[in-house]
T-cell receptor, first 111, second 118 residues
Framework: QQQVKQSPQSLIVQKGGISIINCAYE??????FPWYQQFPGKGPALLIA?????SEKKEGRFTISFNKSAKQFSLHIMDSQPGDSATYFC??????????FGQGTELSVKP | GAVVSQHPSRVICKSGTSVKIECRSL??????MFWYRQFPKQSLMLMAT?????????EQGVEKDKFLINHASLTLSTLTVTSAHPEDSSFYIC??????????????FGPGTRLTVL
């Protein structure tokens, strides 16, 4: 049962552009929404995370926008760089619960 | 930040043999660890939840007799793939929760283990 849906599956952005990845969830019990960055052959690394009582969180070039009523959240990467080229996963979990991942987005930033 | 290590980073074995993968939390005690499997170009799929001192909880469709999990201490969980076959070839990743951290449900991931079964 898929509980977190992520789009797009792949994304190509020019250097300096904005990368936007969207996720939607079903379980309203989720209370923690992290984003992970994964490079080939490596484990995922936490990029940024948000709780549903906050509508936006920004850390450097990375911003999460959260819409609780629509059960949607998105990752914005500003001033995208070739080094940002990786696979990005959104996820959701609740207190003490399992982490449910989205399908992943393969981002390619062209120089 | 919290660090999780895995050993080995990659392993190649013959069909029918068993392989053990270790997951360690290096600078915190983890009462709960998780094991994931990731096939190429796919997402991480949770296999089981490992609780220190008790039996692991397996996800639907994961054979508990094939994927043996032992969480004998607060810093170590092991996954043993028994009688491995080529279809078990995958990237196995563990994660650990730090109950004493600022965010209790945050998971820290290991670097993964690439298993190839010939």
């Amino acid at each position: 049962q898929q509980q977190v849906k992520q789009s797009p599956q792949s994304l190509i952005v020019q250097k300096g552009g904005i990368s936007i990845i969207n996720c939607a969830y079903e379980n309203t019990a989720f209370d923690y929404f992290p984003w992970y960055q994964q490079f080939p052959g490596k484990g995922p690394a936490l990029l940024i995370a948000i709780r549903p009582d906050v509508s936006e969180k920004k850390e450097g070039r990375f911003t999460i926008s959260f819409n609780k009523s629509a059960k949607q959240f998105s990752l914005h990467i500003m001033d995208s760089q070739p080094g940002d080229s990786a696979t990005y996963f959104c996820a959701a979990t609740f207190e003490g619960g399992k982490l449910i991942f989205g399908q992943g987005t393969e981002l390619s930033v062209k120089p | 930040g919290a660090v999780v290590s895995q050993h080995p980073s990659r392993v190649i074995c013959k069909s029918g043999t068993s392989v053990k993968i270790e997951c360690r939390s290096l600078d915190f005690q983890a009462t709960t660890m998780f094991w994931y499997r990731q096939f190429p170009k796919q997402s991480l799929m949770l296999m089981a939840t490992s609780n220190e001192g008790s039996k692991a909880t397996y996800e639907q469709g994961v054979e508990k007799d094939k994927f043996l999990i032992n969480h004998a201490s607060l810093t170590l969980s092991t996954l043993t793939v028994t009688s491995a076959h080529p279809e078990d070839s995958s990237f196995y990743i563990c994660s650990a929760r730090n109950p004493a951290g600022d965010i209790s449900n945050e998971q820290f991931f290991g670097p993964g283990t690439r298993l190839t079964v010939l």
